[in-house]
């Protein structure tokens, strides 16, 4: 199974989740602003973006990729995962139904959140979501 993770992080925090879930997944985590493959390629995609502003997609890099892929993964095995420092998760509920709504698959059936920095039961997580993607 063909297997990409790309991610969007300010912080580091997402960073560190995409790469325990790329290692997991056996693969590598590449910047949202780096891939320069085709989504349609893959079976299964993990995607990483921390909670922005209002509890959104980051909106000047991942967002754009995000919405130009959505028409592409109806039938692919998804997994997204971020990092937050406030609110409640409604942004990765969004996003959640936004994959569910273009005909894929959330791997776990939702996201998965962190706050802040991941701890190591974060990372530990985040390598069993990779283990079920791939």
Do not use: H
Not at 35 to 59: H, K, R
Not at 89 to 95: C, I, V
Not at 104 to 123: F, K, M, R, S, Y
Request: proline share 2%; glycine share 12%.
């Amino acid at each position: 199974m063909k297997t990409a993770v790309i991610y969007w992080s300010g912080t580091g925090n997402t960073e560190a989740m995409a790469k325990a879930v790329a290692e997991a997944a056996g693969t590598d985590a590449v910047q949202v602003s780096a891939f320069d493959g085709d989504v349609s390629e893959y079976d299964a995609l993990a995607l990483g973006c921390p909670a922005m502003g209002a509890e959104e997609l980051e909106d000047s890099e991942f967002e754009p990729f995000f919405s130009s892929i959505e028409g592409k993964i109806s039938g692919k095995k998804i997994a997204i995962f971020g990092s937050y420092d406030w609110g409640d998760g409604e942004w990765m509920r969004l996003w959640a139904d936004r994959v569910k709504a273009a005909g894929a698959e959330v791997v776990g059936g939702e996201g998965l959140i962190c706050n802040n920095t991941p701890d190591d039961d974060a990372l530990d997580k985040c390598r069993e979501l990779g283990k079920q993607l791939a």
